[in-house]
Nanobody, 119 residues
């Protein structure tokens, strides 16, 4: 059972990246998926969540209208498309499974992927 984030990298301010959260050994169909990030010296910050059936999505105010979360059921993957990136978006990005987006009980999470936005 594994959850793996990928797609991070170095990007200029204003640029875009798409992060992937791929599960192996289990199906993401049964879980809501949350993306959170952590920058050095900062607390964990939850930024987006998608429900199991994709009828509900949530975004933290700082990323609303810039980030989009979506699923690809066939690939057992959840994506976070990030655009208009800002230096303050620099962080390690993680995904985790939840029973629903209102829960705070992560069941599985990955090792994270680094996103660095230059000014």
């Amino acid at each position: 059972v594994q959850l793996v984030e990928s797609g991070g990298g170095l990007v200029q301010g204003g640029g875009s990246l798409t992060l992937s959260c791929t599960a192996s050994g289990f199906s993401l169909d049964y879980y809501a998926i949350i993306w959170f990030r952590q920058a050095p010296g900062n607390e964990r910050e939850e930024i987006s969540c998608i429900s199991r059936d994709e009828t509900f999505t949530w975004y933290q105010d700082s990323v609303k209208d810039r980030f989009t979360i979506y699923r690809d059921i066939a690939k057992n993957t959840v994506y976070l498309r990030m655009s208009s990136l800002k230096p303050e978006d620099t962080a390690v990005y993680f995904c985790a499974t939840l029973r629903h987006c209102n829960s705070n009980a992560y069941e599985y999470w990955g090792q994270g992927t680094q996103v660095t936005v230059s000014s």
